[in-house]
């Protein structure tokens, strides 16, 4: 079975950090891509990250542009998000995905999700 599992969040001060893992059993990081997505209450699902499986490549929307940035340990098969300078409009449940696809910022094109780490920012 395929599992992908977050942890990381928290709550934390406007302006503070976090970072999130993404955890991955039954496939490699090595050949897929990993997104990132959040989810506020009473809102949709939104794209903030993904890094791809070829050559590293990362995308990010213009929303988290130079605040939060990917990585990735492929020894221990774990994705990182890095949250920098986070602000309350940033307090949602984070997901991670992975996919074989091109269309990173399109969720319908992953094919396994985790279940969220929640992410709150205070005033």
């Known amino acids: 079975q395929v599992q992908l599992v977050e942890s990381g969040g928290g709550l934390v001060q406007s302006g503070g950090s976090l970072r999130l893992s993404c955890a991955a059993s039954?496939?490699?990081?090595?050949?897929?891509?990993t997104g990132w997505f959040r989810q506020a209450p009473g809102k949709e699902r939104e794209f903030v990250a993904a890094i791809s499986w070829i050559g590293d490549a990362t995308y990010y929307p213009d929303s988290v542009k130079g605040r939060f940035r990917l990585s990735r340990d492929y020894g221990r098969n774990t994705v990182y998000l890095q949250l920098n300078s986070l602000k309350p409009e940033d307090t949602a449940v984070y997901y991670c995905a992975a996919t074989r696809n091109l269309a990173f910022s399109n969720q319908s094109t992953y094919d396994y999700w985790g279940q969220g780490t929640q992410v709150t920012v205070s005033s």
């Open positions: 039954g496939l490699s990081f090595m050949s897929y891509a």
